[in-house]
């Protein structure tokens, strides 16, 4: 089944070229059928990128997903086209009395701040707070995990003195968890942040419970047991190309960085990355859309049934 998207995002042409079906905004609203209702807040810097990463995967569904995309007010991107949020994104304060069937909330590059010194961090608790009451399941991305985790449980992050950048292995630990079905007792996700999870917080909260982990980077998937809330500590949304980009941009830089762990071929540059992550990043998004969405979500938002947990 599609992914509802408008006919000009500039994702739609390069999804449309990898065969995920989307559908006319037209099309959409002619058939009998209650699609989800996704709301994405987009703080990436690249954020036409990181649109067409996070629609790939959850146009992979067998479910009909309308998107809205937002954006905070009180922080203007230097590296989006105004053009581009103009027509595309809405301000927290359009959509805050609606409600929505799941939210993704992406990670962000301000690791090194204190999460109460983000010039948008009051407009992320409000956000945070909203998506208790009004959100069926959350997911959080990266920096999105940690603030997310820091505004619901206090668990606060840690700086690292080395960037945490590349591959990973990982193992499953919630064998049982939907969030978690089909998945290999080993799999593969990127990483690149500069802090990292405070697991002995991470351990006094009995209402999280920690699905999958790395020995090298610790916690990678951690939920509710309510499966409200999900917190990826990686970027299992990452295309093949990205921690590339991101190795020769901090390159130009100047800074120096170290080769991404276990990506290129040989730990030569030269050599086209390999992909060893995008079947689980599927599996991930497809498990969340169903278990802990549309499973669990009210047919009819006002009150025909109520929303129910699998988990």
């Known amino acids: 089944m599609p992914i509802n998207i408008p006919n000009n995002l500039p994702a739609k042409a390069e999804l449309e070229r990898e065969n995920i079906f989307v559908m006319t905004e ?6 009998d059928i209650r699609p989800l209702n996704i709301a994405i807040l987009n703080l990436m810097p690249e954020k036409i990128a990181t649109e067409t990463q996070l629609l790939r995967l959850l146009g992979n569904t067998p479910l009909q997903v309308d998107i809205e995309l937002i954006k905070v007010g009180s922080h203007t991107p230097k590296t989006t086209p105004q ?5 595309f994104y809405k301000p927290f304060s359009e959509i805050e009395h609606r409600r929505f069937d799941g ?8 690791e090194h701040m204190k999460f109460e010194n983000v010039n948008y961090w009051h407009e992320i608790c409000k956000i945070m707070g909203w998506s208790r009451i009004n959100v069926t399941s959350t997911l959080h991305i990266c920096w999105g995990a940690q603030a997310g985790l820091y505004y619901h449980y206090g ?35 990127p990483h690149s942040r500069w802090s990292k999870i405070d697991e002995s917080a991470l351990k006094t909260r009995s209402e999280l419970e920690v699905l999958a982990s790395s020995p090298e980077v ?49 730990d030569c540059p030269a050599n086209s990355p390999i992909t060893t992550w995008c079947a689980h990043a599927n599996l991930l998004f497809s498990n969340w859309l169903n278990y802990c969405v549309y499973q669990a979500t009210p047919y009819n938002f006002t009150g025909s049934r109520q929303a129910t947990s699998l988990f």
């Open 26 to 31: 037209a099309r959409a609203i002619s058939q």
């Open 103 to 110: 939210l993704v909330i992406t990670g962000a590059p301000i």
């Open 155 to 189: 668990i606060d992050k840690i700086p690292l003195d080395k960037k945490v950048f590349g591959v990973f292995s990982h193992r499953t630990l919630g064998e049982h968890n939907m969030l978690l079905r089909g998945f290999d007792g080993v799999f593969y996700a």
């Open 218 to 266: 610790g916690p990678h998937i951690i939920a509710t047991k309510d499966g409200k809330q999900i917190f990826i500590t990686g970027h299992m949304e990452y295309s093949a190309n990205t921690l590339k980009a991101e190795y020769l941009r901090d390159l130009d830089k100047g800074l120096n960085p170290a080769l991404p762990h276990n990506y290129f071929p040989g």
């Open 83 to 87: 053009s581009h949020l103009l027509a």
